[in-house]
């Protein structure tokens, strides 16, 4: 009886087999993007096709990662992985762990990696970009010395601006060594005092421009004095010189146009300015005309006698009132002068001054009666204070005949302190007595 086998399980040993199989483990395959999509869960879905076949691959996220371009639709790669059977649709498909751009995509992805490197030093950083001059003096060119570049910049130049000196420099701008040309031609410009400098060449291919996507020719760019024009390839051309240089044309014609003024503008910038001067020097001469005129009929200037006999009448009248005014203070002053004379006369200072002691006499006797009474009072109230001391005293009562009794505790006021054969000190009037109880009789009064 033959034996049939399920989906799953044929799935399943084909699965096997790609697994086992060594050259499957690790494939090194080379193709063009197609189908890309990048899922939310960070893994890219995408078919690898060449012009014989097509497969299907995916990348993981922990790869996706490493990525330094963002895979998208015809991107020639170059894919290292494994190939693998996806059992649900039972389809092989590669696995990819590496992805790098191939051919002209390597180029892309040089690019991208440098322009990154170097923005983040600040050498495109608008900051550090120099101004162009308006009517420079002298120019650099530096490009090919045939070729149609260096033909439209000629021509733009003596067409615009024939004033301008011109110094073409002859520079290799494709091939081995071109960007060490660049680099040396751009430095000896930079020396010649020339107020702009224009470095360009015609439209070509990524591989044609590439001198100008150097490091080296970037940096002599970012350095130079002189300010720069970048006028590489076509208008849809972007090397990473246009980023540095202080200005980027669209083509080597634009660079001229630039670099220069129009001498049919300034032409006709200087008829105006010619025009605008003549109208306004014109009308200024007939202001200053007008104003002359009126000048000259003015009353002064046809008799100017009346305005010199109005002055010394004016002088007239202000030498009058000055010598009035003086007049006046000088007399003011010697009325003041007599009255102060008259306060300080001999006689005048012998009555102020017997006035004057008069007053301190009387000032004195009043002064020494006031003193003489207040002294009479205070000796009259020290004689009653002293009379009543006296009369308060108690030893004067002792003379009538009275006397003090004390004993250890002080002066003793009642018998019920003392006691039989104890020492008492009895104070008289003219002595002290030491005395000692021999009895205590208390008196009744009832």
Do not use: C
Not at 242 to 256: L, Q, S
Not at 267 to 290: A, F, I, P, R
Request: glycine share 6%; no cysteine; charged share 25%.
């Amino acid at each position: 009886m033959t034996q049939y086998l399920s989906i799953g399980a044929l799935t399943k040993y084909i699965k096997a087999k790609f697994d086992r199989d060594p050259y499957l483990e690790k494939v090194y395959i080379k193709g063009e993007l197609s189908n890309v999509k990048h899922h939310s869960s960070g893994h890219i879905y995408f078919g690898l096709k060449d012009g014989n076949a097509m497969m299907n691959a995916m990348m993981f996220k922990r790869d996706a990662l490493k990525l330094n371009f963002t895979p998208k639709e015809g991107d020639g790669v170059l894919i290292s992985g494994r190939v693998s059977v996806y059992e649900i649709r039972g389809s092989y498909q590669l696995y990819a762990d590496t992805m790098s751009l191939d051919g002209i995509g390597q180029l892309y992805e040089k690019y991208e990696a440098l322009k990154k490197e170097l923005q983040q030093k600040g050498f495109f950083s608008d900051d550090n970009k120099k101004p162009l001059p308006r009517y420079p003096a002298a120019i650099a060119v530096l490009t090919a010395s045939t070729g149609a570049a260096v033909r439209d910049i000629e021509t733009t130049l003596k067409r615009r601006y024939p004033l301008a000196e011109v110094h073409y420099i002859s520079t290799l701008v494709q091939g081995n060594g071109a960007a060490a040309d660049i680099v040396k031609n751009i430095r000896h410009a930079d020396t010649l005092e020339v107020d702009v400098i224009i470095v360009g060449r015609g439209g070509g291919s990524i591989e044609d421009l590439w001198a100008f996507n150097e490091k080296e020719v970037v940096e002599a760019i970012y350095h130079a004095k002189t300010p720069i024009i970048s006028a590489v390839g076509h208008e849809t051309d972007t090397t990473l010189s246009d980023y540095a240089a202080d200005m980027r044309a669209p083509t080597p014609t634009g660079a001229a146009v630039m670099a220069t003024p129009d001498q049919f503008d300034l032409l006709q910038q200087l008829k105006s300015t010619d025009l605008y001067l003549n109208q306004q020097l014109t009308q200024k001469v007939k202001y200053q005309n007008e104003r002359l005129t009126r000048f000259m009929n003015h009353p002064v200037f046809r008799n100017p006698q009346v305005l010199i006999a109005q002055q010394q009448q004016r002088k007239d009248e202000i030498e009058q009132k000055l010598s009035y005014l003086l007049q006046h203070n000088f007399n003011i002053h010697t009325q003041r002068y007599i009255r102060l004379q008259s306060k300080l006369s001999s006689d005048r200072l012998k009555h102020s001054i017997h006035l004057h002691q008069s007053q301190v006499r009387e000032m004195h006797n009043r002064v020494e009666q006031r003193l003489l009474n207040n002294l009479a009072a205070k000796k009259h109230n020290l004689t009653m204070q002293s009379r009543l001391l006296t009369s308060l005293n108690p030893t004067n009562v002792l003379g009538r005949g009275y006397s003090i009794v004390r004993d250890d505790n002080g002066i003793v006021s009642s018998i019920k302190r003392l006691k039989e054969n104890q020492p008492l000190h009895i104070q008289l009037a003219d002595g002290e007595v030491e005395a000692t109880i021999n009895r205590v009789k208390e008196h009744s009064y009832d």
